[in-house]
């Protein structure tokens, strides 16, 4: 089969691999219907984290094309979409909604969906069939489930955005974006986006968004307050994972606010004394995808939800390169992989 290799920082290449095998009986291999590049594959594009001769790719929806004996909940010829990270859903972490870190955890970067078939361990845990077979207008929008929206959904819910609540996106890359969606799905009373470039913004204002804070930093910061009577928003979304960032994002919250930080952070140092004064709820990490993907697939099928304009471009796989190039360049938000 064909799939993405990263020799090194910035040598993206799409060359033969083996096909994958049935290991272990609750494995299951599926064929990618499409996958995707996201925004956390460019740190070792930019070598911020070491790339060697490294399979690539973590979101996938495809069709199961073999089972091994234990799996019961999927079956050969499902349609079906899985999180980024593997999880039994069956342990005490798991059924208490933290997929991501399950006791049986594993990142499905280390498998590479940037191909065209994947072996999925704990299948039954990490696949979630979808109602028939999508047409092609649905398949963006149940990629984008797999992770962006997944984790976007997530840090909305950290950040408890709900009716009554002031939430403040602090990043407008997909999950971003994909935050001020699920905050407005949530009932959310003003949506701030926080973004500089004029495309994501409108984009930020086709999910939801109420205002739009160009601001960074202190500035950012600053201008949150003023929108909220000095107080600050009750609810915050950190969607980068930058020190500025990071700190722009516990800057902006309340007293008693709640901020989800899902942006994976690099060398990111939260001084202990700004955190302890700023007396708010936190809570972030890899994003339980698993926990919300019924529901998304749900309101996907429903047509309630659009997230798949967050891709800008679409490329054949064995265009993975310029795929890459376009993202840090920052000529593309996200950029769909047909195959
Ligand atoms: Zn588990």
């Known amino acids: 089969m ?29 064929r990618l219907t499409a996958t995707c590049v996201c925004g ?9 984290e070491p790339a060697d001769h490294q399979v690539m790719g973590h979101e996938y929806v495809g069709v199961v094309e073999e089972i091994g004996a234990d799996v019961k909940n999927v079956k050969v010829g499902d349609f079906v979409v899985g999180s980024f990270v593997i999880s039994d859903n069956t342990c005490e972490i798991c059924r208490a909604g933290f997929q991501s870190k399950c006791v049986h955890a594993e990142f499905v970067a280390q498998i590479g969906t940037q191909a065209e078939k994947a072996r999925i361990p704990y299948a039954d845990g990490t696949l979630v069939a979808t109602p028939g077979h999508p047409g092609p207008e649905l398949i963006p929008s149940l990629l ?87 107080l600050g928003a009750h609810s915050v979304v950190e ?59 749900d309101l996907i099928w429903r047509r309630e939800i659009d997230p798949g304009r967050v891709f800008d471009l679409t490329l054949p796989l064995e265009e993975a390169a310029e795929a890459y190039r376009a993202m840090d360049e920052r000529r593309a938000t996200k950029v769909l992989l047909t195959l």
Not at 144 to 152: I, N, P
Request: net charge negative.
């Open 144 to 230: 984008a489930a797999s992770d962006v929206l997944g984790t976007g959904w997530f840090a909305a819910v950290a950040a408890q955005a709900g009716p009554g609540k002031t939430v403040a996106v602090v990043g407008d890359g997909a999950v971003g974006l994909m935050a001020v969606l699920a905050a407005k799905q949530l009932g959310a009373d003003r949506i701030i986006a926080m973004s500089r470039h004029p495309e994501r913004q409108a984009l930020a204002r086709y999910y939801g968004a109420t205002d739009i804070v160009e601001e960074r930093g202190d500035a950012g910061v600053a201008k949150i307050k003023e929108l909220t009577n000095g």
């Open 239 to 297: 969607a980068v994972g930058t020190q500025e960032s990071f700190m722009q994002a516990v800057g902006a919250t309340r007293g008693g606010g709640h901020l989800g930080y899902v942006g994976v952070n690099y060398d990111v140092t939260i001084p202990g004394i700004e955190l302890f004064f700023a007396g708010i709820h936190t809570l972030g990490g890899p994003a339980p995808v698993r926990r919300f993907l019924p529901d998304l697939i």
């Open 2 to 30: 064909r799939g993405v290799v990263m020799y090194s920082a910035g040598d993206v290449r799409v060359e033969d691999r083996d096909d994958p095998r049935i290991i272990e009986p609750t494995d299951a291999i599926i």
């Open 40 to 48: 956390s594959d460019l740190w070792p594009y930019r070598g911020v």
